[in-house]
C-alpha cells in the first residue's frame, strides 16, 4: 500500500500558475506510474497526467502545453506544474500510485480558478 500526500492547491486568478505536490511513502518501490486526476461538480473524475517509472508521460487533452507532470526520485514525489489556469480547471486534484495489485489515492486539493 501507498500513501499519497497532496499539497498546493488554492484559488488563483484565471492565467495564474499554481503547482501541486504529491508525497508518497510506504510500498513506493512497486509503484509503476503516479498520475493527476481532478473532480469538479457534478462530473467523472477524470485522468489530468501521468508518468511511467521509464519516465514517458500523458496528459489529457484540455491540459497540453500548459500543465506539465514531473517526478523527483529522491524525495518520492510527483509535481504537476499549471500554468495558464483557466476556471474550467477548477476541480478537486487527486494524487494516483498504480501498483501491480491496487490503485491509491491521495485526500484530494482543491484548485479554483476565478477573478
Known amino acids: 500500500q501507498v500513501q499519497l500526500v497532496e499539497s498546493g492547491g488554492g484559488l488563483v486568478q484565471p492565467g495564474g500558475s499554481l503547482r501541486l505536490s504529491c508525497a508518497a511513502s510506504g510500498s513506493i518501490f512497486s509503484i509503476y506510474a503516479m498520475g493527476w486526476h481532478r473532480q469538479a461538480p457534478g462530473k467523472q473524475r477524470e485522468l489530468v497526467a501521468s508518468?511511467?517509472?521509464?519516465?514517458?508521460?500523458n496528459y489529457a487533452d484540455s491540459v497540453k502545453g500548459r500543465f506539465t507532470i514531473s517526478r523527483d526520485d529522491a524525495k518520492n514525489t510527483v509535481y504537476l506544474q499549471m500554468n495558464n489556469l483557466k476556471p474550467e480547471d477548477t476541480a478537486v486534484y487527486y494524487c494516483?500510485?498504480?501498483?501491480?495489485?491496487?490503485?491509491?489515492w491521495g485526500q484530494g486539493t482543491q484548485v479554483t480558478v476565478s477573478s
Open positions: 494516483s500510485a498504480a501498483l501491480p495489485s491496487r490503485f491509491d
Open positions: 508518468v511511467i517509472r521509464g519516465g514517458d508521460t
